[in-house]
C-alpha cells in the first residue's frame, strides 16, 4: 500500500517542542512519493531513505547533517530544507560558486545577443 503514496504533507498546528522518535526508515518502501512536505514536527533522527521519484522535499528543520547516502533524485525541482542541520562540505561550496559563475556569464552572453 505504502508504494502507492505519492504525496505526503505532515504540517502541525505548532512545533510544541516535543520530539517524535521513528527509526528514520518510514519512507523506505514509498517508491512513488513525489512531493514530500514537512512542517512543524521535530524528529530524533533524520531518514535513513529519501525516495529517488521525489520533485519536491521541503522539510522545516531536517534533523541529519546529510542526506542519505541512496538519494539520487533526478527530477527534484523543489528542495527547500529552512532550519535544517545539513553540513556542507567543501566540493559542494565550490560546486555552487562554480555554478553561480556559469549563470552569470550565460546572463551576460545573453544579454549581449541582438534579436531581430
Known sequence: MSS???????DFPK????EV??????????RNLKTLVVRNVRFNRGPTHLPNSLRVLEWWGY????LPDDFHPKKLGILKL???YLRTSEPI???IA??????????I??????FY
Open 82 to 84: 529552512p532550519e535544517n
Open 63 to 66: 534533523p541529519s547533517p546529510s
Open 15 to 18: 512545533d510544541d517542542g516535543k
Open 4 to 10: 502507492k503514496i505519492e504525496s505526503l504533507f505532515l
Open 98 to 107: 562554480y555554478m553561480c559563475a556559469v549563470v552569470r556569464l550565460l546572463c
Open 93 to 95: 561550496q565550490a560546486s
Open 21 to 30: 522518535c521513528w527509526d528514520g526508515n518510514a519512507l523506505k518502501k514509498m
Open 109 to 114: 552572453l545573453i544579454m549581449q545577443f541582438k
